[in-house]
Nanobody
């Protein structure tokens, strides 16, 4: 059974940083796409960043490019999202997700496995 567990969210002032973690169990995701998505109140879930580590592929939403960095520790089977220069509009529930095959997508509906989410709140 695949489980994804996010951690690292919290309250931070604008301009600050947070690092989110996503611990996976039941499957090794080094060869499969994984991503970070977020959902703010009243809005649809949106893509933030994705990676397929074994292929050296990473993607970012334009709104977070140059501020966020996705990475993973294969030994621990953990994915990270380093978030710098946070803005109030980054406030959302952040989810990690994984695909069940190796095809690379950034659309949330293409992802099969989801964590429960971790809240990020950025104050102005």
């Amino acid at each position: 059974q695949v489980q994804l567990v996010e951690s690292g969210g919290g309250l931070v002032q604008a301009g600050g940083s947070l690092r989110l973690s996503c611990a996976a169990s039941g499957r090794t995701f080094s060869s499969y796409p994984m991503g970070w998505f977020r959902q703010a109140p009243g809005k649809e879930r949106e893509f933030v960043a994705a990676m397929r580590w074994s292929a050296g592929i990473t993607s970012y939403a334009d709104s977070v490019k140059s501020r966020f960095t996705i990475s993973r520790d294969n030994a621990k089977n953990v994915m990270y999202l380093q978030m710098n220069s946070l803005k109030p509009e980054d406030t959302a529930l952040y989810y990690c997700a994984g695909r069940g095959d190796s095809y690379y997508y950034t659309a949330p509906e293409k992802y099969d496995y989801w964590g429960q989410g971790t809240q990020v709140t950025v104050s102005s």
